[in-house]
């Protein structure tokens, strides 16, 4: 992800003078930390023998890690992405992420192309505010090892910067309030280098800065550069702020800028911005600051039009029943190979379906019709009553009834690339309910990409009006979470947030598909030998929890309440009968 990058030109004494009183933990006596800085920060642990090293890691620990670990777990705890950025054991994440760099780590956490949408500009405000304190603890930590505050950087801005903008009074603003700033590139741009001043007649180029207070702390963000008005399409690299004439050399974010802007762009348009990132100024707000940009690269250039765009539809089937895998698989398809990459999501229609929900042959979802009245013969009476399909929402809400769940809704096919597949999670309940129908909808992304609306859909039928339906005086899983016994008993510990044991008692795969056997179907039973003795077989740890021969009385379930005589038979009945997700 790239090399850390530090301060050269802050000396101690000014960092001290500057900053000192923001501190968010002090180094200096490379020691543990006071009390009062423990119980405001967090835990602290041994985590180096080096004391300096000790004091940075374990504030790695409660700055960025949490937030990684929240964040980017899915691909930087064990893999399959570069560094272990995101592991819970510290030690590991720290190492890879001091390899890595905080600005490219930073860098990546913002932006909308690397793994939306764990990453993306939504994190702007919380990756701003942890890299104004990393960089001073970075600093600190120099102090710490017998430096003077002063941290190494391996880029010199000043030897590529070949353009420069003049310096303008950064506007008045009140805290955590933003203002815009605007340059004329044909008239407040000169050279730092030997080398002509190019002509962008009519081209301005503005930014947004905004004045943050965190705590005690102010500093600047400055964000959103944008160009636009040229006459001629513009190539820019490379922006480096400078605040009261100095670099601000340790965030990276506009430093490796490189886009090209097309001519006669409003300062509105998508194509108007140069880069998604933000640039953090640390260090004490002044009234008479000002600020301006050099840049490494400014010229016209000619951008090519963009590439005849290719249409994207669902391919083969695309009406289909959703079976006992557990999945269904979907595959698109480019009519054409694209010479760029290309972006697409899906989503979710939730348009009505027909009038009632009634579908026909000829006029409403016919598709949908002769998936459930094959022939045109509906094999039950609501065979053609149709609901809109369930999914799960949230982390406590609809749990119990489901019908799908979605994975990763945004997909990008490489150059030369014709067909992309993706698979959603179905219910494999055999519950007697009308059937359900979900419709899934293509949506253009980056590129030039098109969706025609012909075979943007396709659709997946819950058919649930055939499940078999429960002989009278059988307990089913649903009568049991319909204010039953496990939804009055059980709940309260073994739900989707607490999830006491592991499990939610709400989640019926993922209690058969746990290693402690919470739930085994058709593995528990009750029979009786010639003398009518009760004899129990009980498997499913849900089981055995009820009953005193199998579970010593402090382990006895459920714990807050106890069972009534006819809750226990209720639920004895579900679990002997296979304790089906009926």
């Not at 430093?255 to 097309?262: E, H, K, S, T």
């Not at 000002?290 to 391919?315: A, G, N, Q, R, W």
């Not at 990459?341 to 009632?356: H, K, P, Q, R, W």
């Not at 059988?474 to 016994?485: I, P, R």
Request: glycine letters at 6%; one cysteine or more; aromatic letters at 8%.
């Amino acid at each position: 992800m790239g090399d850390l990058m530090k301060f050269n030109t802050l000396k101690k004494l000014s960092l001290v003078v500057l900053m000192g009183s923001f501190l968010t933990v002090a180094f200096n006596n490379c020691g543990k930390p006071k009390e009062a800085e423990e119980s405001s920060e967090g835990s602290y642990s041994k985590l180096s023998d080096d004391p300096c090293e000790d004091q940075l890691m374990n504030f790695y620990a409660r700055s960025y890690q949490p937030f990684l670990v929240q964040n980017c777990a899915s691909c930087h705890a064990t893999g399959p992405g570069k560094g272990q950025i995101a592991n819970k054991d510290t030690t590991i994440a720290f190492k890879d992420f001091m390899q890595i760099g905080y600005s490219k780590v930073s860098s990546n956490a913002i932006s909308d192309n690397h793994n939306a949408p764990y990453s993306g500009s939504h994190h702007t405000q919380t990756i701003n505010e942890l890299k104004v304190t990393w960089v001073r603890a970075l600093s600190e930590n120099d102090i710490c090892k017998g430096g003077n505050g002063q941290v190494e950087t391996v880029e010199t801005v000043k030897e590529r910067a070949k353009f420069g903008l003049v310096a303008k009074n950064i506007p008045a603003m009140d805290d955590n309030q933003e203002r815009r700033i605007e340059f004329n590139l044909n008239m407040e741009l000169s050279a730092l280098k030997n080398l002509p001043v190019p002509n962008l007649s009519g081209a301005k180029i503005s930014f947004m800065v905004r004045k943050v207070l965190k705590g005690t702390d102010r500093y600047y963000s400055v964000h959103s550069p944008r160009i636009f008005g040229a006459s001629d399409d513009i190539h820019i690299k490379g922006i480096f702020t400078k605040i009261n004439g100095r670099y601000i050399q340790y965030s990276t974010n506009f430093i490796f800028a490189d886009a090209r802007i097309p001519k006669g762009q409003p300062e509105a348009a998508a194509s108007a911005l140069v880069s998604t990132g933000a640039v953090v100024i640390a260090g004490t707000v002044f009234p008479e600051d000002k600020i301006s940009f050099d840049f490494e690269l400014l010229e016209k250039t000619e951008i090519p039009p963009p590439p005849p765009p290719v249409k994207l539809s669902f391919s083969g089937v695309r009406m289909f029943k959703a079976g006992a895998s557990g999945e269904v698989t979907f595959s698109v398809q480019l009519d054409i190979p694209s010479s760029e990459t290309v972006t697409f999501s899906y989503t979710v229609d939730s348009a009505a379906i027909c009038n009632g929900g009634v579908v026909n042959g000829s006029t409403c979802l016919p598709e949908a019709f002769n998936v459930v009245c094959p022939s045109g013969n509906c094999p039950h009476a609501d065979s053609a009553k149709l609901e809109l399909a369930r999914s799960v929402v949230g982390t406590s809400f609809n749990r119990f009834d489901w019908d799908y769940k979605l994975g990763t809704s945004s997909f990008s096919i490489e150059p030369g690339q014709t067909t992309k597949t993706f698979t959603i999670k179905t219910a494999r309940d055999v519950r007697f309910e009308r059937n359900r129908l979900l419709t899934l909808r293509l949506e253009p992304g980056l590129g030039s990409i098109e969706v025609p609306d012909a075979t943007s859909r396709v659709r997946v039928v819950f058919e649930k009006i055939l499940n078999p339906v429960p002989a009278i005086g059988e307990m089913t899983y649903s009568k049991l979470m319909a204010g039953g016994t496990l939804y009055k008993t059980c709940t309260e510990c073994h739900n989707s947030v607490k999830r006491d044991g592991g499990y939610d008692i709400q989640d019926y795969e993922l209690m058969i598909s746990s290693n402690k056997q919470i739930l085994v179907p058709g593995a528990d039973s009750v029979t009786y030998d010639a003398n009518f003795n009760k004899i129990i077989t009980a498997t499913s740890l849900m089981y055995r929890r009820t009953l005193p021969q199998f579970t010593p009385e402090s382990y006895l379930m459920p714990r807050l309440k106890t069972l009534t005589p006819a809750e226990y038979n209720d639920l004895e009945n579900w679990l002997t009968k296979g304790a089906k997700n009926n």
